[in-house]
């Protein structure tokens, strides 16, 4: 950081880099006056909002898939084709249909989400232990019994990992989506503030980014670890 300070103030004033201590000054005039704190709501409510559609839909696709063989190796071309499929790709059509705000961003950002939920949960109700299986089978649960009482307790561990994951992205195509067509939130600060030649204002909003994204991993980190313990760790590093 001193280097940075160092560097950047050895070459004058620039319009794509400023100093550590001019970006921390920024970042606090931008949460002295709100505009940050704003930005921020606008960002949280998109990822969160598509992050819970999305995980919703990929949960309930992974688990039918990873108990009904036959639905899975129907729907796999399907899903297989439209998995690869960008994110922002999807923008321009989601432009067309609805429009600017909210509605646009949690849209992408389901789309985003269900992915990694979907496969993960699926692989994780396959990778449950076959003699539950067929204690269910020997007590005569009903499907959704088996799934409920046998089959979601064993694989939540590797399901919230998946929920780790779509969250990261939850917010980093948020933040995508805001700077490429979205007028509100955190990525449409960083446009802003670079096409106002503003770079420590610019940096300020990157580094809030980081910011607000570890503090999002880190809560979900100490949720898996009060939930599940060290079946936690376990799962994280498979």
Known sequence: MALAEIGARAHGPSDSIAPPSAVVSALLEALADGSLAGATRDTLVSAFGGLAIGAGLGLALGVMLGSLRPLDRLLEPTIELMRPIPSVAV???ALVALGFGYRLEIAIVAFACVWPLLLLTRAAVRGVEPRLIEVARALRLSPLQRTAKIVAPAALPRIFVALRLAAGISLVVAVTVEIAVNPQGLGYGVMTAG??????MMLAYVVWIGIVGFAFNAALVLAQ???????AGVEAAR
């Open 91 to 93: 923008i321009p059509i």
């Open 225 to 231: 670890r009060r939930l599940f313990g060290k079946a």
């Open 195 to 200: 096409q106002a030649l503003r770079p420590d």
